[in-house]
T-cell receptor
Framework: EAQVTQNPRYLITVTGKKLTVTCSQN?????MSWYRQDPGLGLRQIYY???????DKGDVPEGYKVSRKEKRNFPLILESPSPNQTSLYFC?????????????FGPGTRLTVL | GQSLEQPSEVTAVEGAIVQINCTYQ??????LSWYQQHDGGAPTFLSY????GLEETGRFSSFLSRSDSYGYLLLQELQMKDSASYFC?????????FGKGTRLSVIA
């Protein structure tokens, strides 16, 4: 089944404790991205990757890191989480970025930073 | 700029038709997509307009007017299960940018 998986689905952590949210897709998509979703603010892009070893900042990259060592995986790293990073996070992938390239979203990771 | 504007909330009656509008900024614009998100779920793709005009997929249609920098999603024969948030998203020379979403409530 074609899908994007994220782990963990739910996480409660404390300020400053490094964490990684994994994202994996099995569709051989070149483009992957991370979004955070907060009430009233819609989906805001954190980082994106056009291909292996190519990553770029989105609209809200501060406090986050990513890597793209393999095509299928795109982990999101919070080196020192803070309470303002409490949010719902989505990973997404698509064949490309132009035209009607449908973005496939993972199920989401709900993160709470205390 | 890349921003999109859409209403924050819409309420409509079961069986009726509802239109959700989206205006966008034109810089580097390629096309407009629509996504649906149910509470607790992930966004899922509904439609894409790269050219002016109407695209129909069952009960849902999407329209684009490049000259007006405007598009809309039309939902017909509304069902309770259509209650969800709907996002327009612009594709262009930058990665996909989403609007803040329109929460549709379908009432009996």
């Amino acid at each position: 089944e074609a899908q994007v998986t994220q782990n963990p689905r739910y996480l409660i952590t404390v300020t400053g404790k490094k964490l990684t949210v994994t994202c994996s897709q099995n569709m051989n998509h070149e483009y992957m991205s991370w979004y955070r979703q907060d009430p009233g603010l819609g989906l805001r892009q954190i980082y994106y990757s056009m291909n292996v070893e190519v990553t770029d900042k989105g609209d809200v990259p501060e406090g986050y890191k990513v890597s793209r060592k393999e095509k299928r995986n795109f982990p999101l790293i919070l080196e020192s989480p803070s309470p303002n990073q409490t949010s719902l996070y989505f990973c997404a992938s698509s064949k490309g970025t132009g035209g009607s390239n449908e973005q496939f979203f993972g199920p989401g990771t709900r993160l709470t930073v205390l | 700029g890349q921003s999109l504007e859409q209403p924050s909330e819409v309420t409509a009656v079961e069986g009726a038709i509802v239109q959700i509008n989206c205006t966008y900024q034109t810089s580097g614009f390629y096309g407009l997509s629509w996504y649906q998100q149910h509470d607790g779920g992930a966004p899922t793709f509904l439609s894409y307009n790269g050219l002016d005009g109407l695209e129909e997929t069952g009960r849902f249609s999407s329209f684009l007017s490049r000259s007006d920098s405007y598009g809309y999603l039309l939902l017909q024969e509304l069902q309770m299960k259509d209650s969800a948030s709907y996002f327009c998203a612009r594709s262009g020379n930058t990665p996909l940018v989403f609007g803040k979403g329109t929460r549709l409530s379908v009432i009996a």
